[in-house]
């Protein structure tokens, strides 16, 4: 059974850090890619960031670039999204993804398993 575990959201002020973790289960985890994505109130699904299954080929949104960075551990199963200079706007919830092959891109159809998402505060 493939699981995917959040953890790291919070609250914080503008101009804060947070990192956000994802442990994967059940998949091995140097086989796939690994994406995450966010969700405010009233918005749809939208990319964050991405990173291939080397750790070597990531991809940002435009709205995150420079600030957010994502990473991965193979050795623990994990991935990482640490988020800097924190905006009230990327409050939101953050789910993490496991692609369905070693290549995914930024569209949630690339993904076949998601977490269940933790919550990111962002106050001004």
């Known amino acids: 059974q493939v699981q995917l575990v959040e953890s790291g959201g919070g609250l914080v002020q503008a101009g804060g850090s947070l990192r956000l973790s994802c442990a994967l289960s059940?998949?091995?985890?140097?086989?796939?890619?690994m994406g995450w994505f966010r969700q405010a109130p009233g918005k749809e699904r939208e990319f964050v960031a991405l990173?291939?299954?080397?750790?070597?080929?990531?991809a940002y949104a435009d709205s995150v670039k420079g600030r957010f960075t994502i990473s991965r551990d193979n050795a623990n199963n994990t991935v990482y999204l640490q988020m800097n200079s924190l905006k009230p706007e990327d409050t939101a919830v953050y789910y993490c993804?496991?692609?369905?092959?070693?290549?995914?891109?930024?569209?949630?159809?690339?993904?076949?398993?998601w977490g269940q998402g933790t919550q990111v505060t962002v106050s001004s």
């Open positions: 993804a496991v692609g369905r092959t070693y290549y995914s891109d930024l569209r949630p159809g690339s993904y076949d398993y």
């Open positions: 059940g998949r091995t985890f140097s086989s796939y890619a």
């Open positions: 990173i291939q299954r080397s750790g070597g080929n990531t």
